[in-house]
C-alpha cells in the first residue's frame, strides 16, 4: 500500500513549506531563496589558514561556511576567526561541526552562528555493527537520557541565538539505533525524529535538518521519509540537502545533482552542500548552478493534473515488458543521436567507445559505449557489422532494414508499414495524457516510447506520464529523451544529472536518450552513463565514495583519490570509499567493497567491507597496498 505524499503534488514544482530559522544574519528557511554553504578543510586551529580559505568560499558565493571541532582548541578558535573575519567586513555564519563531545558543542555554541552534531554519535557511543537488544523501558531510558543532555546544550544555543543542524548520517548510526530500525532510510529518520521531538517539546525552532548517505537511493528516501514523518508530527523544520563522500570531478558532480536534484524537484531543500574531494570554493558555483536552474524552472510551469500511484519512499522498478534491449529485466538503455554526422563512419564508432575486431570484422561495444544509435536520415551499410541496436527515422525505413523505425505519433497512427519487433515512438507528455493514444499503445507489444515535454519544467511533466502509464496499466519500455541548449559539458553534466536521475532513482524508465548542442557524442554518452550509475541503475566502472575532507584529515586526501583512481578504474563493479577519517568511515565501509581511511597523520588504514585489515599504514604507501589487497582477494575468488 502506498503512504501518502509528502507533497501536496509531485508534479508541480512548489517549495515544500519549512518554517523561518536565523543563522547569524542569514535567514533561512521556504519563503527565502535557497542557500549555498561549504566546509573548510583546514585544521581549525590553524586561524590564519582557516581565514584565508573562509574568504575564498565567500569570495566564490558561499553563504554559510563549516568548520570541524575535534578539541577545546578548535572551539575556542572558531571565535578568533570569526573575530578575524569581521574585521575584513565578512559577516557569513560560521557553523562548527562537532561529533562524539557533547561538550565541545556547548562551547562552540557560544562561539558560532549555528552548531551541526551528528545524532548516530552525540551521546550514543561510535558503532560497532553488533546487533544491541534493549527492552523498551531501557531503550526509553536511553531516549531520557539523550533528552536531558540535549536539552542542556538547547540551553547555551537559546542563549547565544545558535541555531542547530541535526545532521546525520547514513555512515555513522549508532548500534542502538540499527538494532532496532535497521541500517536504512528509516533507521535514519528515527534517529534524527528523536533530537526534532526534543527541539519542538521544548519549544526550539531554530532547526536545520540534513540526512545524507553517499547512496543516492538512501539519501532521496531518507528525506522523503523525513518530511512525511515532520509533516505527520506537525513539523516543518528546514531542510539541508547534500550527497556526502560524492567524490571529485565529473562523478562527484553528477552524483550530488542526481541527488540533490531529484529531491529539488520534489520541492525539498533550503539549503544545499555539494560535496567534493577538491578545494571547497569549486562546490560554490555547482551548488549555485542548480539553484538557479531550479529557479528558472518554477517560473514557467503548468501541469498535467494527476494522481500519484506510485511509492516514493522505496525503489520498485516500474514493470515493463522486453522489446529488444529495453525492458523488463534489462538495465536502462543509453541511446546515442549520430543523425547530424554526415555519414556512418569507422571514426564515429570509435569516438563512441567501440573497438574493432579484425578477426570477426565487428565493431563491439565497450564498457561506455552506446546500447543504441539513432542514425536519423543517415545511409547504413547492408555490410555494417556492429554489436548496437540501430534506429532511423521511419521515413526512411524499410521492412528488410537493420535499423528499427522511430516515428512520431501522427506517422505511427497513420503509417501500414512497421516492424514485427521493435517500432520505437516519439511521443510528446501531453498526447500521453489522451485516452485514445492510451489504448492504442497498449495495444502495441513492440512500441517503445520515447517521451518528450517542450516543457521547461520537464521532469515534472515527464514523471506525471509515467504516472498516468502505471495508472492505466501501460508496461511498454519507456525511454527518457531531453535535449539541452548549447551548454559548457560541466553545466551539461550537472543540469542533466538533476533533470534525469529522478527517473532512474524511482525505477520509472529504461532508457536515457540526452542531447546538448555543441557537447562531443561521446561525452554526452559518457553523462548518461554516469547518471545510471549515479542513481544505482547501472554500474560501468569503478565507484569511488570520497569525502571532501575537512580538519580532520591528517593526509593530501584530494591526491590520494588521485592515485587511488588512476591504480583502480579497470576494476568495473567496485565499490573503493577514500575517507579522510573514521567519523563516517567504517559505516560508509558498508556500501564500499575496500576502504582507504585515514587513521592519523601520515596513516591510513584499509578495511574489506566494514573489517579492517591493515591498521595504521604508512600513506605513501597504502595505495599500493590498497592495490594488492584487491588483487589478492579477487585471485582468492
Not at 547518471?531 to 575537512?550: D, F, G, N
Request: net charge neutral; charged share 20%; glycine share 6%.
Amino acid at each position: 500500500m502506498i503512504q501518502s505524499w509528502f507533497t501536496l503534488s509531485p508534479f508541480y514544482l512548489k517549495r515544500w513549506p519549512t518554517q523561518p530559522l536565523q543563522i547569524g544574519a542569514l535567514k533561512l528557511g521556504s519563503g527565502f531563496p535557497v542557500r549555498v554553504q561549504s566546509m573548510a578543510n583546514t585544521p581549525t586551529s590553524n586561524v590564519e589558514a582557516s581565514v584565508n580559505q573562509a574568504i575564498e568560499i565567500i569570495l566564490a558565493g558561499g553563504e554559510l561556511i563549516r568548520f570541524t571541532v575535534i578539541n577545546s582548541q578548535d572551539a575556542e578558535a572558531l571565535k578568533q576567526i570569526k573575530e578575524k573575519l569581521t574585521v575584513l567586513g565578512h559577516s557569513v555564519p560560521l557553523v562548527a561541526d562537532v561529533h562524539f563531545n557533547p561538550i565541545l558543542a556547548d562551547i562552540a555554541a557560544k562561539y558560532v552562528d549555528k552548531v551541526r552534531i551528528n545524532p548516530g554519535n552525540y551521546l550514543d557511543k561510535r558503532a560497532s555493527f553488533k546487533k544491541v537488544f534493549y527492552s523498551d523501558e531501557e531503550y526509553a531510558q536511553e531516549l531520557s537520557k539523550l533528552e536531558e543532555r540535549f536539552v542542556s546544550f538547547l540551553s547555551i544555543c537559546k542563549e547565544h541565538h545558535t541555531a542547530v543542524r541535526i545532521g546525520t548520517n547514513h555512515g555513522s548510526l549508532s548500534d542502538r539505533i540499527m538494532s532496532r530500525y535497521g541500517d536504512t532510510p528509516s533507521g535514519m529518520v528515527e534517529a534524527t525524529m528523536e533530537f526534532l521531538r526534543i527541539c519542538k517539546k521544548h519549544g526550539f525552532t531554530n532547526v536545520v535538518v540534513s540526512l545524507k548517505s553517499s547512496n543516492t537511493r538512501v539519501m532521496v528516501h531518507a528525506y522523503r521519509l523525513l518530511a512525511l514523518q515532520m509533516h505527520r508530527e506537525q513539523m516543518r523544520f528546514a531542510l539541508h540537502l547534500g550527497v556526502t563522500e560524492a567524490g571529485s570531478a565529473e562523478d562527484g558532480r553528477i552524483k550530488s545533482s542526481v541527488g540533490i536534484g531529484t529531491l529539488m524537484h520534489d520541492g525539498l531543500g533550503d539549503t544545499i552542500r555539494v560535496s567534493l574531494t577538491e578545494h571547497p570554493a569549486k562546490e560554490i558555483p555547482v551548488a549555485n548552478l542548480l539553484i538557479l536552474h531550479f529557479e528558472n524552472l518554477s517560473k514557467n510551469q503548468h501541469s498535467l493534473k494527476v494522481n500519484p500511484c506510485y511509492d516514493p519512499y522505496s525503489y520498485n522498478k516500474r514493470f515493463s515488458f522486453a522489446v529488444g534491449k529495453t525492458g523488463e529485466s534489462n538495465a536502462p538503455v543509453v541511446i546515442a543521436d549520430v543523425s547530424n554526422e554526415l555519414m556512418l563512419s569507422e571514426e564515429i564508432f570509435l569516438q563512441l567507445g567501440f573497438s574493432f575486431n579484425v578477426q570477426t570484422k565487428t565493431f563491439e561495444r565497450g564498457d561506455l559505449s552506446p546500447d543504441i544509435l539513432f542514425t536519423g536520415n543517415l545511409t547504413i551499410p547492408r555490410s555494417l557489422n556492429i554489436d548496437v541496436t540501430l534506429v532511423s527515422n521511419s521515413s526512411d525505413w524499410f521492412p528488410d532494414s537493420v535499423a528499427f523505425p522511430l516515428f512520431t505519433w501522427d506517422d505511427y497512427q497513420q503509417s501500414d508499414i512497421k516492424s514485427s519487433k521493435q517500432n520505437w515512438v516519439l511521443i510528446s507528455s501531453f498526447q500521453l495524457s489522451e485516452a485514445s493514444v492510451l489504448k492504442k499503445i497498449k495495444e502495441d507489444t513492440t512500441a517503445v516510447l520515447v517521451v518528450f515535454s517542450e516543457n521547461d519544467n520537464y521532469t515534472q511533466e515527464i514523471r506525471a506520464c509515467i504516472n498516468i502509464l502505471i495508472e492505466n496499466q501501460i508496461t511498454n519500455p519507456v525511454i527518457i529523451k531531453k535535449e539541452y541548449p548549447k551548454f559548457s559539458l560541466s553545466d551539461f553534466q550537472i543540469i542533466s544529472a538533476a533533470d534525469c536521475g529522478l527517473f532512474f532513482i524511482d525505477g520509472l524508465a529504461d532508457g536515457l536518450w540526452i542531447q546538448a548542442g555543441d557537447v562531443p557524442a561521446q561525452s554526452v554518452v559518457e553523462t548518461a552513463f554516469g547518471i545510471l550509475q549515479a542513481s544505482r541503475t547501472r554500474t560501468t566502472k569503478t565507484e569511488y565514495i570520497s569525502c571532501p575532507s575537512c580538519g580532520r584529515t591528517l593526509f593530501d586526501i584530494e591526491a590520494s583519490l588521485a592515485k587511488v583512481k588512476y591504480t583502480t578504474q579497470h576494476l568495473k563493479g567496485l565499490k573503493i570509499a577514500v575517507m579522510g577519517c573514521i567519523v563516517n568511515g567504517p559505516g560508509e565501509m558498508a556500501d564500499a567493497d575496500y576502504g582507504y581511511v585515514g587513521a592519523g597523520p601520515g596513516k591510513v588504514s584499509l578495511y574489506k567491507g566494514k573489517e579492517l585489515v591493515l591498521r595504521n599504514i604508512d600513506a605513501n604507501s597504502a595505495v599500493d597496498e590498497l592495490l594488492a589487497l584487491i588483487n589478492q582477494n579477487q585471485k582468492s575468488h
